[in-house]
């Protein structure tokens, strides 16, 4: 009669494993509520800064660098994360304050996160234009072929292979935008002139062009960075990107004399 041996699971291990699930759920959850959070501020923000630039210029406004400006401006509010980042590692770690790092970021992502930042100052300022002469639909059209352009450059700067669907968005966006071109007459402004409807038609595809080399240049950033991304060092990232951008936009309102006429305003 032979007997069968099975392996028997101590209850050390299944009381370990039971803990190990239990510590795991509440860290995925997070990560999910986290990613939510984005989503769904990327999706208000995405959908209602056109609306608002564009009502900015149809009620009188022409200062394109404001404009610009203050689609970064609100920056300083990514500080509130960040401090609650700080605290909660320091906690952690069980230590003071003064080991514990204010911030995560090298030098290195310092620096490229300065120069996209001021790359995306500069989309920022060709999207204000091309709205100040563009209706929404045309304007947000024209914006969403950074998705084809965002897959061209992905494929030169950091190898990204083209897929079925990737194509077809490049070749269906390049497309819209083409007919979009040869039908300029039919959704432009009343009064406004063919000259400047084509040039926001032409600074608004810039906009879409700097844009879709904005995205790669970033996955290029965090491949050569040599040290984990985690969500408070993306935080920091964006944090420098968004104040590079404002700073870039704030010398193009000095050089404009903008202040001063928005200090004038409020002030009468």
Request: hydrophobic share 50%; net charge positive.
């Amino acid at each position: 009669m032979e007997i069968e041996w099975q392996p028997i699971q101590s209850q050390t291990t299944t009381d370990a494993t039971d803990a190990a699930a239990t510590f795991e759920k509440p860290v995925s959850t997070k990560r999910i509520l986290l990613l939510v959070l984005n989503v769904v501020l990327l999706i208000v923000g995405g959908s209602g800064n056109p609306l608002f630039v564009r009502i900015y210029f149809l009620h009188g406004g022409n200062r394109k660098w404001f404009a610009s400006f203050l689609q970064t401006a609100a920056f300083p509010f990514l500080l509130l994360p960040l401090i609650f980042s700080f605290s909660r590692r320091r906690r952690s770690r069980c230590s003071s304050a003064s080991s514990t790092p204010l911030f995560l970021i090298s030098p290195f992502l310092l620096i490229s996160s300065s120069v996209i930042g001021i790359l995306t100052g500069l989309v920022n300022f060709l999207y204000s234009y091309g709205s100040s002469y563009l209706p929404v639909s045309t304007s947000s059209l024209l914006i969403s072929t950074q998705l084809g352009f965002t897959a061209l450059f992905a494929f030169l700067i950091v190898r990204q292979k083209f897929t079925a669907s990737s194509i077809n968005s490049v070749v269906l966006l390049t497309f819209s935008a083409v007919v979009l071109g040869v039908h300029a007459n039919g959704d432009r402004p009343e009064g406004e002139s063919t000259a400047k409807y084509l040039a926001g038609f032409a600074m608004m595809l810039g906009a879409a062009v700097l844009y879709g080399l904005v995205l790669p240049l970033m996955e290029l950033m965090y491949k050569k960075a040599k040290q984990d991304i985690s969500y408070t060092l993306v935080m920091e990232i964006q944090i420098v990107i968004a104040a590079a951008a404002t700073a870039f936009c704030a010398v193009g309102m000095a050089a404009n004399n903008d202040f001063q006429v928005c200090f004038h305003h409020s002030v009468s």
